[in-house]
């Protein structure tokens, strides 16, 4: 009883965890998408921008609104079914829950919107400078906004690839915890089977 407790326990932490991911990933990529659309829409593309910078501009913000377009729809689809299980009062729902197959949806969501996407995004803006600034000889301010993005690119990656290295370090740690838990459980629970038969024959 208590080895299954510990089990839904667990699985209750991974499904809040996945509905976080998920209401995160969904606000993040329809802001970021929006924001890549109207900045596609509303560029004023003058004469004297090389083609090869409107073509790289192009499919930057293609990707962009891709890449969270992608993220969006995967929260969509799987959002509802974990908010209606995380919603039930009945513990054992738990079990009606895809938060655990489909996990590589939702991990996959999460990156699209908080790791590629993000990237992508400061990318179109570093692009959108020289779009704008380039055609009135104003190359200056494109090269500004240019070194400003450029570190804060290596910034956020640098933090990225740290963040996971903790996280998965720390997942780690909870489930070497959780197997030593478990065993520990199953050897106690080992331990006191031959007890118990003992007392039935001597009852008999």
């Known amino acids: 009883m208590p080895n299954q407790q510990t089990l839904q326990a667990l699985s209750w932490r991974r499904l809040h965890l996945a509905r976080a991911k998920l209401k995160a990933s969904s606000r993040t990529s329809a802001l970021l998408s929006g924001f890549a659309m109207v900045a596609m829409v509303e ?7 090389s083609p090869g910078l409107l073509i790289a501009f192009s499919v930057c913000t293609t990707l962009v609104v891709t890449v969270h377009l992608l993220a969006l729809m995967i929260s969509t ?8 299980v ?4 009945d513990v054992g729902a738990i079990h009606e829950s895809v938060h655990d197959k489909m996990h590589w949806y939702i991990e996959m969501a999460w990156i699209f919107s908080t790791g590629i996407g993000i990237l992508l995004f400061m990318t179109q803006m570093a692009m959108l400078a020289w779009v704008r600034y380039q055609p009135i000889n104003m190359t200056n301010a494109a090269v500004a906004s240019t070194v ?3 570190p804060a690119i290596v910034v956020f ?10 996280l998965i370090a720390h997942r780690y740690e ?3 915890a959780g197997l030593e838990e478990l065993e520990t459980m199953a050897m106690e629970r080992s331990r006191g089977a031959p007890r118990n038969d003992k007392h039935k024959k001597n009852e008999r």
């Open 157 to 166: 990656m640098a933090f990225a690839i740290h963040f996971y290295r903790q």
């Open 77 to 84: 689809c799987i959002l509802p079914n974990i908010e209606a």
């Open 86 to 89: 995380s919603s039930a009062h």
């Open 148 to 150: 400003i993005i450029v």
């Open 43 to 49: 560029a004023e593309v003058n004469e004297g921008v």
């Open 174 to 176: 909870r489930s070497t």
